[in-house]
């Protein structure tokens, strides 16, 4: 069977993706593995589940990865989504820390979401259900 045990988001400087997805987001971080170059294999997890799926911040350095980000932006899609328990209070507690938000809390039925601006050069969605 298989299962999803890192996916990643391109990042314009994992420092400050670092600093972005433990200090405001709440992440925690997993692995830190220098790679040579300046670039880390550089992951987090969430607090409630520090065995669970890792989030690798992936330097943007390859040539494709500019226009795709750019792409994804300019049509307002997300690179990401992560669960919250609830969309309002998730948005509350990250606009006071200064996330700038792209889309408010929007219900679409089954699920509502919001859209932020990572720092990082992406959009990330997140989503509850009900």
């Given at each position: 069977?298989?299962?999803i045990t890192v996916t990643s988001v391109f990042v314009d400087d994992q420092a400050k993706a670092l600093d972005f997805y433990?200090?405001?987001?709440?992440?925690?971080?997993?692995?830190?593995?220098?790679?040579?170059?300046?670039?880390?294999?550089?992951?987090?997890v969430s607090a409630a589940d520090q065995d669970g799926t890792e989030l690798l911040l992936e330097p943007s350095s390859h040539?494709?990865?500019?226009?795709?980000?750019?792409?994804?932006?300019?049509?307002?899609?997300?690179?990401?989504?992560?669960?919250?328990?609830?969309?309002?209070?998730?948005?509350?507690?990250?606009?006071?820390?200064?996330?700038?938000?792209?889309?408010?809390?929007?219900?679409?039925?089954?699920?509502?979401?919001?859209?932020?601006?990572?720092?990082?050069?992406?959009?990330?969605?997140?989503?509850?259900?009900?």
């Amino acid at each position: 069977m298989l299962r999803i045990t890192v996916t990643s988001v391109f990042v314009d400087d994992q420092a400050k993706a670092l600093d972005f997805y433990t200090d405001v987001l709440g992440f925690v971080k997993k692995n830190d593995i220098p790679l040579g170059g300046g670039a880390r294999w550089l992951t987090v997890v969430s607090a409630a589940d520090q065995d669970g799926t890792e989030l690798l911040l992936e330097p943007s350095s390859h040539p494709a990865v500019g226009p795709y980000k750019d792409a994804l932006v300019a049509d307002g899609i997300p690179a990401a989504s992560f669960g919250v328990e609830n969309v309002a209070a998730e948005f509350e507690r990250l606009s006071a820390a200064g996330v700038k938000f792209l889309q408010e809390p929007t219900d679409l039925g089954t699920v509502t979401v919001a859209v932020f601006d990572d720092t990082c050069g992406n959009l990330i969605q997140i989503a509850s259900t009900h």
